[in-house]
T-cell receptor, first 111, second 112 residues
Framework: NAGVTQTPKFQVLKTGQSMTLQCAQD?????MYWYRQDPGMGLRLIYY???????DKGEVPNGYNVSRLNKREFSLRLESAAPSQTSVYFC??????????FGPGTRLLVL | QKEVEQNSGPLSVPEGAIASLNCTYSDRVSQSFFWYRQYSGKSPELIMSIYSNGDKEDGRFTAQLNKASQYVSLLIRDSQPSDSATYLC????????????WGAGTKLIIKP
């Protein structure tokens, strides 16, 4: 039982490059989330998926797209990376309004 | 006013003492609150949740919710160096069953 997994752990991109961050959970949770965490700003919600087949914008969705591939997997795509997207990205999953369980994070540097 | 506010710290507490962490919230959040601990370079993990006015205890941790004054606090008794971390307060949004609003976190340092 791995919980929530994320790949990659680290990534360096050049401005304008694209990439997809992968997230998977094995807890059979309905809801999944993508956050970014910047120093001094706490966690900010990018997108979430309340259940398989649905996605909704959070507070900072610009520059990102998501796909809920199936119940287990929720990916985050940066189409044209910008230095302002340098951050730590966390994926989380949740069932029924209870605890959110987090993946280990992806550290992204955009040059 | 931010929806969820925390003092960023750092808060320095001697080993064995009580650490008190506070969080205030606005009318835009519901009455579901969560305290997460985040070690440097790691992901957040849940310590406690609280939904009702009053105290909730779990081992060395006590969460307190005061709806009238709109604050929620976390007390850590017999603080240990391993409690040194950033503590994040989160609340469920009133207009969403799914979204959490997060405070910026308080960095706690326990001095041996």
């Amino acid at each position: 039982n791995a919980g929530v997994t994320q790949t990659p752990k680290f990534q360096v991109l050049k401005t304008g490059q694209s990439m997809t961050l992968q997230c998977a959970q094995d807890m059979n949770h309905n809801s999944m989330y993508w956050y970014r965490q910047d120093p001094g700003m706490g966690l900010r919600l990018i997108y979430y998926s309340a259940s398989e087949g649905t996605t909704d914008k959070g507070e900072v969705p610009n520059g990102y797209n998501v796909s809920r591939l199936n119940k287990r997997e929720f990916s985050l795509r940066l189409e044209s990376a910008a230095p302002s997207q340098t951050s730590v990205y966390f994926c989380a999953s949740e069932q029924g309004g209870e605890t959110q369980y987090f993946g280990p994070g992806t550290r992204l540097l955009v040059l | 006013q931010k929806e969820v506010e925390q003092n960023s710290g750092p808060l320095s507490v001697p080993e064995g003492a009580i650490a008190s962490l506070n969080c205030t919230y606005s009318d835009r959040v519901s009455q579901s609150f969560f305290w997460y601990r985040q070690y440097s370079g790691k992901s957040p993990e849940l310590i406690m949740s609280i939904y009702s006015n009053g105290d909730k205890e779990d081992g060395r941790f006590t969460a307190q919710l005061n709806k009238a004054s709109q604050y929620v606090s976390l007390l850590i008794r017999d603080s240990q160096p391993s409690d040194s971390a950033t503590y994040l307060c989160a609340a469920r949004r009133k207009d969403s069953n799914y979204q959490l609003i997060w405070g910026a976190g308080t960095k706690l340092i326990i001095k041996p």
